[in-house]
């Protein structure tokens, strides 16, 4: 039974752009394959098989780069296990914490490129090597709230995350 949600879904956006653009590629293939296709005059046969290539190789790379991007969630029981979940387009990692493992959550604090501080509130385990598992992004009173929020659906009180240099 579920007590409390939390989750990270910005990258299916890019999910859902690879699938298009691959699906669309790929029904342009095979039309140009069946019903053959005419480049620009003074241009050769071929030129629009390069082009193709290359719209394959970019599709390649998408599909490489959205395997590396997972969707996170943690889902806090009734009974205070933690449920942490890694959602990759083609494959799930989730593992079950006791709620005492991940005191004290993570703000991280760091700076966009034009200088403005944004923050990220994690735990402090990784299920996956690399990706953290991302409770919220963005101002400090978002994740402080997110930070409350997590902490009362483990019914432990509101506690203050350790701060982290990112």
Not at 39 to 66: E, K, Q, R
Not at 123 to 128: D, E, I, K, T, W
Request: charged share 20%; glycine share 8%; net charge neutral.
């Amino acid at each position: 039974m579920r007590s409390y949600y939390f989750g990270s879904r910005k990258w299916i956006l890019l999910w859902c752009f690879t699938v298009l653009w691959l699906l669309g590629l790929a029904f342009g293939t095979i039309s140009a394959i069946v019903d053959g296709v005419e480049g620009p005059n003074d241009y050769p046969t071929w030129y629009p098989f390069v082009v193709l290539a290359v719209m394959w190789g970019f599709g390649s790379y998408l599909a490489w780069l959205c395997n590396r991007h997972p969707c996170t969630s943690v889902i806090v029981e009734r009974d205070g296990v933690v449920e942490g979940r890694v959602v990759f387009p083609f494959r799930v990692v989730h593992r079950k914490f006791r709620h005492e493992d991940l005191i004290p959550l993570q703000l991280v604090e760091s700076k966009y490129e034009d200088g403005d501080v944004f923050f990220v509130l994690r735990l402090p385990v990784q299920l996956v090597r690399g990706h953290d598992v991302v409770l919220a992004e963005g101002s400090l009173a978002h994740c402080l709230e997110y930070n409350a929020a997590f902490f009362s659906a483990l019914r432990q009180g509101e506690r203050e995350p350790t701060r982290v240099q990112g």
